[in-house]
């Protein structure tokens, strides 16, 4: 299977585990980058209102064809139990017809989103094979 690594990070563990992740599998990596990097005062704030929300931030283009790829693996920090906004703009972009393998990494290896993330991967036509909270 034609598989691709898409991570968002923050401050740089999430991209670890993706680099590692992609090496083992042979797979093509590629980073999710918001169009302006939030400080860490509006990360925690704004950043987790988003997050709590479902919301989206504007990202940079993926330059990258996603429908080229059978399996995505989707990699991304835990923000108040939640994917960060930056991830949420990745899933709108999600192609249909895709297995999708979701690893989301925090400090407490605990998160709250899993339907959430199940119910959204099926809006967009594609099937959440896995899902996985990596405590890091
Ligand atoms: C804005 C913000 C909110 C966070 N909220 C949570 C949380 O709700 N639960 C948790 O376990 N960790 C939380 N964390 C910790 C990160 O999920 C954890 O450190 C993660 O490994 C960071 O990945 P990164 O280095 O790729 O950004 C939060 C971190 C940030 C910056």
Redesign the pocket.
């Known amino acids: 299977m034609n598989t691709l690594v898409l ?11 993706a680099a590692e992740l992609a090496a083992n599998e042979s797979a093509a990596i590629v980073e999710i980058k918001d169009t302006k990097r939030p400080g ?1 005062l509006k ?2 704030t704004a ?2 209102f988003s ?1 709590i929300k479902g919301t989206s931030w504007s990202i940079d283009p993926l330059n990258v064809d996603l429908t080229e790829y059978d399996r995505l693996i989707l990699l ?7 994917p ?1 906004p930056a991830f949420n703009a990745m899933l709108e972009l999600l192609p249909k017809g895709k297995t999708v393998a979701v690893k ?8 709250k989103c899993r339907e959430r993330l199940d119910a959204i991967i099926k809006s967009k036509g594609s099937i959440m094979e896995s899902f996985e909270d ?3």
Request: charged content about 15%; overall charge positive.
């Open positions: 991570f968002y990070s923050y401050s740089g563990k999430t991209k670890a585990v860490k990360a925690y950043g987790c997050a991304a920090p835990i923000w108040a139990n939640n960060p989301m990494v925090s400090a407490s290896g605990k998160s990596i405590k890091c």
